[in-house]
């Protein structure tokens, strides 16, 4: 899928393709701001926001959350009321919250069985979130005299001190089948989670197309053996798994 611009304004047409019945009902788990704001991005759904603080302030050992109650204004919702939970950019915040890397991974795991909780059955779940094999930081230990990934739409930014990627797409996969999702999809959000430009499926023969479209341009500044090795990576398809960032998608 293609996005109009590559800038934040972007962030909800991620979730609108995903869920695009306009009568599902969602809630988003976010620090701060939430990013589905009707105000100020467009987004089509009514949604309602949490404070991931709010559901981290009890001990994170405490999976129970039957008694959960969401307010907005004279309605009421608890468990199994929602269509669609987001959590965006929500995991990679929580490394500069927990140092204690066990600590940590007890609230990646609460976060999305409370997500899980509040979907009705068949409902989705997605989360946008870092690459921890980060492309410039590997590609640089890989060919040190060159810029890798110089493509405009597949360069990734710089990420800042506070908020690193915390979990590798296997990581991640992982998570979500401890919690018990179902049907988990893989996208890349390219250049990144905070400026969406392009969402591709890593599974579709598009991936490669893309990949393919968006590099070969610039292999002909670089040596024969830059060019075999990152023909042999397209060939491959596994320039989806170096990008910066990844949507996924998991059913309840």
């Known amino acids: 899928m293609t996005l109009a611009q590559g800038d934040s304004k972007n962030i909800p047409l991620i979730y609108s393709f995903i869920c695009p019945k306009t009568d599902s009902r969602i809630v988003e788990i976010g620090f701060d701001i939430p990013v589905l704001n009707a105000e100020t991005s467009g987004f089509p759904h009514n949604s309602i926001f949490i404070d991931a603080e709010r559901l981290l302030s009890n001990n994170v050992e405490v999976a129970d959350d039957s008694s959960l109650t969401i307010e907005r204004g004279e309605e009421k919702f608890g468990p199994g009321d929602f269509d669609f939970v987001i959590l965006h950019d929500v995991i990679d915040q929580l490394s500069p919250r927990y140092n204690a890397a066990s600590v940590r991974k007890k609230a990646e795991k609460k976060l999305l069985q409370i997500g899980m909780s509040l979907l009705s059955d068949g409902g989705m779940l997605a989360l946008c979130c870092r690459n921890l094999i980060n492309p410039s930081h590997l590609s640089n230990r890989l060919f040190p005299r060159k810029r890798r990934h110089s493509h405009k739409h597949s360069l990734p930014q710089k990420q800042s001190s506070e908020q690193k990627a915390i979990m590798t797409y296997w990581g991640y996969l992982n998570l979500f089948r401890r919690v018990g999702f179902r049907s988990i999809r893989a996208y890349n959000v390219i250049p990144n989670h905070m400026s969406p430009l392009y969402v591709i499926s890593k ?3 598009a991936a490669r197309v893309f990949f393919n479209n968006a590099i070969q341009g610039e292999l002909v500044r670089y040596g024969l053996f830059d060019r075999v ?22 059913e309840k």
């Open 229 to 250: 090795v990152h023909n042999i990576m397209l060939t491959a398809n596994v320039h989806w798994f170096l990008e910066s960032s990844f949507l996924f998608v998991a």
């Open 203 to 205: 599974d579709s023969r």
